[in-house]
């Protein structure tokens, strides 16, 4: 077992301090332009709107990550209190938000600036698996969404939160993305899956929320009203774009 007790400040200089959730955070994007840099030149599309994508990305990413968080998780405190929204600082991004986020910001672009929806989606799913699993790690430093207690050998002891040895959650999941990272690399790259619209935007939805909703069985609750339910939120949030993953792929092979 692993007594956890990282500080998730990298260093502090007065008022102002570096996590380590915001550089991994901020190194996904980083990663993901680059990525899709890579994308377009090799696809030979013009890279004039690369960055107005990346500008795109971010917002869609941190305003739908933040208000999925306020009104999934926590709707009776930020509904009262709006300006708390503003706070995000003070952490509360929900990857579910996240994604219905980059849902709208593609549309947008994609109708703006000409390009197919299913095209981008296809290729976006690359950087975002890949920044799923940094961000995950930016939990781990975080000492947050933590699992439940267990007493296998690879458990963590999360000091700053108490003494129990609880499943690394974090790691599990991301370690999944990158996996999930991988095989859409390979099968961009090397298997030509780009090609067959809406293919491996579909499989990222299975993958990623599909493992989501497997490793929820592992964590504790966010909430408390989550104890009441069936299913936790994450899960039951997962289920849907589970779902419409499916559909994707079911519609890419018929075309």
């Known amino acids: 077992m692993l007594q956890w007790n990282v500080s998730p400040e990298i260093f502090t200089l007065g008022f102002f301090s570096i996590r380590w959730y915001g550089l991994l ?23 004039e709107h690369l960055d107005r994508l990346m500008v795109y990305m ?4 941190i305003v739908g990550a933040r208000l999925g968080h306020c009104l999934f998780y926590e709707p009776d405190l930020y509904l009262a209190n709006p300006l708390q929204i503003l706070k995000i600082w003070e952490g509360g991004l929900a990857s579910h938000g996240a994604a219905i986020g980059i849902f709208l910001v593609l549309t947008i672009f994609s109708k703006k600036y000409k390009f197919n929806w299913f095209w981008l989606a296809d290729r976006i799913s690359l950087p975002v698996a890949l920044s799923g699993g940094f961000i995950r790690l930016g939990n781990l430093f975080n000492s947050e969404i933590f699992g439940k ?8 002891i999360f000091v700053r939160i108490d003494g129990l040895s609880r499943h690394p959650t974090q790691l599990y999941e991301s370690l999944t993305y990158f996996l999930t990272f991988g095989l859409l690399s390979w099968l961009y790259w090397k298997k ?26 592992f964590k504790e609750n966010q909430v408390v009203f989550e104890a009441s339910l069936p299913l936790n939120l994450g899960q039951i949030l997962s289920v849907p774009l589970v779902v419409m993953g499916i559909v994707f792929m079911i519609l890419a092979r018929m075309r």
């Open 192 to 217: 030509q899956k780009g090609e067959v619209r809406g293919f491996l935007f579909g499989l990222f939805l299975v993958l990623v929320f599909g493992s989501r909703f497997i490793w929820e069985f």
């Open 58 to 61: 971010v917002m869609g990413t």
């Open 149 to 156: 207690p267990t007493d296998m050998p690879w458990a963590f």
């Open 25 to 47: 955070f901020a190194l996904s994007f980083v990663l993901g332009f680059r990525i899709m840099e890579k994308i377009f030149k090799a696809e030979k599309v013009s890279e």
